[in-house]
C-alpha cells in the first residue's frame, strides 16, 4: 500500500510532527483542521470566518488528495464553546447537505485559545 502525505505548510505540521492529510488504501484522512491563514498566520475572530477558512483548507487538502467533500463520509467538528457551532451550520449544510457524512460534535479545548472551531474529515477516493 502506498502512503502519501499532503502538507499545506501550516506551522504547527513541523512543530506537531503531523501533516494536514495522509493519502492511504483509498482513504483520505484529514486532519483537525482550524481556521488559520498559514500564508499570514492570522486567526479570524468569528467562528464562522473560521469555519469557513478551515473548510477552504481541508476542500483544497481533498482536492489535492484527487477527492472532494462529495467524498466524504466522516467528520468531527470540535469547539471550545458549543454556542458557536449552530452559527456555522449554514455553511455546513452548504458544504455538506448534497452528500452528508457522518457526523459528531465535540465540546473540547483547542491548541490555541483563539481558536473557535476544529474540522477533521475522513474521505473515501472516487473510483
Known amino acids: 500500500m502506498t502512503i502519501r502525505r499532503i502538507s499545506t505548510g501550516s506551522t504547527w505540521e513541523p512543530k506537531i510532527?503531523?501533516?494536514?492529510?495522509?493519502?492511504?488504501?483509498?482513504?483520505?484522512?484529514?486532519?483537525?483542521?482550524?481556521?488559520?491563514d498559514h500564508a499570514t498566520g492570522l486567526?479570524?475572530?468569528s467562528a464562522t470566518e473560521q469555519c469557513a477558512l478551515a473548510l477552504k483548507i481541508i476542500g483544497d487538502a481533498l482536492a489535492q488528495a484527487g477527492a472532494s467533500f462529495a467524498d466524504v463520509v466522516r467528520v468531527h467538528y470540535i469547539l471550545p464553546d458549543r454556542r458557536d457551532f449552530e452559527p456555522c451550520w449554514p455553511l455546513l449544510s452548504a458544504t455538506f447537505a448534497a452528500n452528508p457524512p457522518a457526523a459528531?460534535?465535540?465540546e473540547a479545548g483547542l491548541i490555541d485559545s483563539r481558536h473557535r472551531i476544529e474540522i477533521e474529515v475522513t474521505a473515501l477516493l472516487p473510483g
Do not use: D, K, L, Q
Open 17 to 36: 510532527g503531523y501533516c494536514r492529510a495522509v493519502v492511504a488504501g483509498g482513504w483520505v484522512h484529514v486532519s483537525g483542521t482550524t481556521g488559520t
Open 43 to 45: 486567526i479570524p475572530e
Open 104 to 106: 459528531t460534535m465535540i
